[in-house]
């Protein structure tokens, strides 16, 4: 498989999971959370400084149907990420490394 | 494992804070190494990867949910530096965008699930396939052994973190033996998810796997030497 083609397909999978696989995921406490309030230190956490924004705790403001809502959030927060780390990871990467990769890259190019 | 503000006093947070500075310059540095024209869009793919299966959160016990943390999973995908990165990202969106994981204690959580997440991933990642024997398929057993390291460990940081900056007066020990006992369930969940994540990959595209290119190597170099032999 292509590199282009790999990354393509893994993104894809990586929206379907934030988008629509999330819907199922456990609401209950995580770890941190249920330890925090067995334990009684959960009443320290302060309010979210950001806890009215547009898609605070995975939720799309204005949209009602939970499924719909959610999966929005977690399409919108895949691609958001998506973009920055890729964009750090091009921006610090080697440029124009020949060698080993574009080698690489040419034997998957006479493979397909 | 996202920490609010608040459970953290400001001398912590701030310590925190400084590690995580620190902890993202270097990697910043060290990623360099690490990606080429050809594996710089794992970064976009491995974070973005991370911060949908964080969405995922899977039952633990009654009443308790963990979710993939992803340290060790970005370590052997795309490089330690580039996976502290990838983390970094993640935790920033969720606190700016989803109000996961508080402001103030940003640094706490790319210290914890950062830092200590991708950073013992990869030491116990390399420590475990040092002792396995050079191949493809146990690269995935390797990253899963070291993902359910992380979770505990992460655990135990926060601990230590809350020992000296914890804002309420209750019983260390009970929160030692509480969060190690959790994390270690969550742990086993981490090590399925990033064993299957990490075969489905060496599967299609091992040279994409950072952690596979000392094994790939191995193989190149007896390929070569039966070519010597045979000519």
Known sequence: MRTRSFVLAGVVVALLLAGGLSFYASSHPDGLEYVAEKTGFLDSADDHAAGDGPFADYATKGVDDARLSGGVAGIVGTLVVLVLAGGLGFAVRRRGSAGQSERADARDKTDA | MHVPDGFLDVPTSVATGAVAVAGVGLALRGARRELDDRTAPMAGLVAAFVFATQMLNFPVGAGTSGHLLGGALAAVLVGPWTGVLCLSVVLLVQALLFADGGITALGTNITLMGI??????????????????????????????????????????????????????????????????????????????????VSSVVAVRPDLVHGARPVLAARRLEVRTDTEVSA
């Open chain 2, 116 to 197: 200590v997440g991708v950073g013992v991933g990869w030491l116990v990642f390399r420590l475990v396939q040092k002792l396995l024997p050079k191949r493809t398929s146990l690269v995935p057993v390797a990253a899963g052994v070291a993902a359910l390291a992380t979770v505990p460990v992460a655990a135990l940081t926060f601990v230590l973190l809350f020992a000296f900056g914890g804002q309420a007066p209750v019983s260390l020990g009970a929160v030692l033996t509480a969060m190690l006992g959790w994390h270690v369930l969550i742990g086993v969940g981490e090590a399925v998810i990033t064993g299957l994540v």
